[in-house]
RNA sequence: GCGCUUGUAGCUCAACCGGAUAGAGCAUCGGCCUUCUAAGCCGAGGGUUGCAGGUUCGAUUCCUGCCAAGCGUGCCA
């Protein structure tokens, strides 16, 4: 049930039928303000506008023309010509009595199902995952699972770079350690500390430096040593991506995994057909598109270069590879790529490239899902007090041990084995939210306290009210779905309204892939059962109330473990 | 130079794509645990939405200019 949908088609049927151009937005919105009823329909101004009409005398025939009598108690003229609309108590109880014996809460497959290719994570393999690839991470796993459960086909790509020139230090330095297999394996259970010490010797030693240009060199040519070991460290690097994915709760597997060097050998075919396609031009020796929409005031053009002087290939070029084989082998018809802002030309070109060359059709949705670099707290860019990004593993472990400290605190009846395990998901809930509760596109500033603040507007937060829910239902004995929903206090058919809301917030985040919008509602959601809880009594009210309260109670719970189960967060059943 | 993004309360962010009196959290201050978990609830203070114009019934939102910040911009990814 979408309860904005239906009052949609409703009062644009009402539009039409008062003589307004048929596709008209009748703009329906959830009131501003309480005394302006439930929902407000703000489309009637525009409208009369363009028919050169008295607002409110259109308001008031469309009006006429609106039977909303099995929804609405009311429904109002109001300013200028806004309709506001008071739902009816009964019919909102009704809904949320079919939500909650629903399964699906209510919500409805789309009746346009996509096939949506899913770009995200994508971390450079040469380097252990830190900070910065958190956003990525999880908020297209958030999407994916939303799209997911609105009935599309999402195909997720894990477009991890495993074939930059990085690997030559890196595979030579494993060379240099190769009679110590001790101390290879221990330098390799950190990758971070790896790959600054394969950089320091590049940086000092010239011998060194050479070797690792001549290996990129070998690697690339197919030279069976060089990629043996070149897999073996993949393999290692991917290994600490997968132990990532599992205590971020991502569903990210290794199926998912499409390396940037699965795409060398289609490269020199993508610049083939760019030159059949007319759109390649060879300036100053490197093979360029030119594309008139990239022409600034200046009157130049920012080419993208698809194939360097010496002959070799760029992102660019991989990039178009694997535009063409999400169209043609996976059968995309919607591509979203939640990849860092700085890369916000680069993909405007791919997509622009694309779609001229033919290697995806017009119709096909492309969509850059950008996001901010993350500072430090100093507003420069995020760098530890060493020097070096701070691990994704250890902020996890950070998180956790502050969790545990707090739960040891609040709760220490509770046995080490519960406490840990309560640690665990309000920690790493915690760390997740404060990044998927935020749409900004502008850098952002990372900060330890807020990021692991277990208070507010935070993931412990909506997982309390969740346990809170549960120890109800572990002290109200038999619960009788039977008895109907009724509303006493206003506070009880707030909480309703907003239940039912839970549609249009899955909706927004599916449209616009920004998780945010659900992070919002699930924290108006619970405050308001915060609230409900205070003033309404469950367990010691009399039976019809109690019933009554209990079903609102469970469809909140419900809804927060779906909600929260799609941000990829645990709920618990005490805390 | 050109291009993209951003500028909202002391701080971190919202505001459902032009709607009615700009909202939360943190921090500060004041109340609430013999009653379902106080990681909570109730209340208070805090704003010229960077600045100046424009568009219209109506602008944080759209347009122009300026200021400030970040990023990008022919052979790294």
Redesign the pocket.
Same mark, same amino acid.
């Given at each position: 049930m979408n309860i904005?949908k239906l009052l949609d088609s409703h009062v644009s049927q009402a539009l039409q039928l008062a003589g307004v151009e048929a596709g008209t937005p009748a703009?329906i919105?959830?009131?501003?303000?309480p005394?302006?009823?439930d929902y407000?329909a703000?489309?009637?101004?525009?409208a009369?506008?363009k028919l050169n009409m008295n607002?409110r005398e259109l308001a008031s025939t469309v009006l006429n023309h609106l039977d909303l009598s099995a929804i609405a108690e009311k429904v109002e003229i109001?300013?200028?010509?806004?309709?506001?609309i008071y739902l009816d108590s009964r019919w909102l109880a009704q809904q949320a009595e079919s939500a909650l014996e629903s399964e699906s809460l209510g919500i409805h497959k789309t009746t346009t199902p996509q096939t949506v290719v899913i770009d995200y994570s994508s971390p450079?393999l040469a380097k252990e995952m830190h900070v910065g690839h958190l956003r990525s991470t999880i908020i297209g796993d958030a999407v994916a699972r939303v799209l997911e459960l609105l009935g599309d086909t999402v195909i997720r790509q894990n477009h991890v770079?495993d074939?930059? #020139?990085?690997f030559g230090m890196l595979l030579t330095y494993m060379n240099e350690l190769e009679g110590d297999t001790q101390s290879l394996s221990m330098q390799l259970a950190d990758l971070e500390k790896f790959y600054q010490a394969a950089k320091q010797r590049f940086d000092s030693d010239a011998d060194f430096a050479r070797a690792a240009r001549e290996n990129v060199v070998k690697l690339q040519a197919g030279d069976p040593e060089f990629l043996k070991r070149w897999k073996q460290f993949i393999d290692i690097s991917l290994q600490h991506c997968d132990e990532i994915y599992q205590r971020l709760n991502v569903l990210l597997t290794r199926d998912d995994v499409m390396p940037?060097s699965a795409y060398n050998s289609a490269l020199s075919q993508v610049v083939m057909d760019l030159d059949q396609a007319g759109l390649l031009i060879e300036?100053?020796?490197?093979k360029?598109v030119?594309l008139d929409q !990239?022409?600034?005031?200046?009157n130049?053009?920012?080419?993208m270069?698809v194939?360097?002087?010496?002959g070799?290939?760029?992102?660019?070029? #991989?990039d178009l590879a694997a535009l063409r084989y999400r169209y043609q082998q996976l059968g995309m018809t919607r591509g979203l790529y939640f990849i860092?802002?700085?890369?916000?030309?680069?993909m405007?070109q791919v997509f622009a490239v694309g779609k001229q060359a033919g290697f995806v059709p017009e119709n096909v949705q492309l969509e850059h899902m950008?996001f901010? #670099?993350m500072?430090g707290e100093d507003? #420069?860019?995020f760098k530890t007090r060493s020097g070096g990004t701070v691990k994704l593993v250890d902020l996890l472990d950070e998180a956790q041990q502050r969790?545990f400290v707090?739960?040891t605190e609040?709760?220490p009846q509770l046995d080490e084995a519960t406490r840990h395990h309560?640690?665990r998901v309000?920690g790493i809930g915690?760390v997740k939210y404060?990044d998927l509760?935020?749409?900004?596109?502008?850098?952002?500033?990372f900060?330890w306290?807020?990021m692991l603040?277990?208070?507010?507007?935070?993931a412990?937060?909506l997982?309390?009210?969740y346990?809170?829910i549960?120890?109800?239902f572990?002290?109200?004995g038999q619960f009788n779905p039977d008895i109907p929903l009724l509303f006493q206090e206003p506070a009880e058919r707030q909480l309703a309204l907003k239940l039912l809301q839970f549609s249009?917030?899955i909706e927004?985040v599916a449209?616009?892939g920004?998780p945010?919008?659900l992070c919002?509602y699930l924290?108006?959601l619970?405050?308001l059962f915060?609230? !409900?809880?205070?003033?309404?009594?469950?367990?010691?009210?009399e039976e019809k109330i109690k019933h009554s309260?209990l079903k609102l109670s469970a469809l909140t719970a419900n809804t927060l473990q779906t909600g929260l189960g799609l941000l990829g967060i645990d709920v618990?059943?005490?805390?």
């Open positions: 904005r703009l919105k959830p009131s501003s303000r005394e302006f009823g407000q703000n489309g009637i101004i525009g009369a506008k607002p109001a300013g200028p010509g806004f309709l506001n450079n770079g074939w930059g #020139t990085q940037e300036d100053q020796g490197a360029c030119f !990239f022409k600034g005031k200046d130049t053009i920012v080419p270069i194939q360097k002087s010496d070799g290939y760029l992102y660019a070029t #991989t860092d802002a700085r890369q916000s030309l680069h405007q950008a901010g #670099t500072m507003g #420069t860019p969790a707090l739960v609040k709760n309560i640690a309000v915690a404060s509760s935020k749409n900004r596109t502008s850098d952002y500033r900060n306290d807020a603040s277990f208070e507010g507007n935070t412990p937060y997982q309390y009210a346990t809170r549960q120890s109800i572990r002290k109200a249009e917030a927004s449209k616009d920004a945010n919008l919002n924290f108006e619970s405050g915060m609230h !409900f809880y205070e003033v309404c009594p469950i367990i010691k009210a309260r618990l059943e005490t805390m």
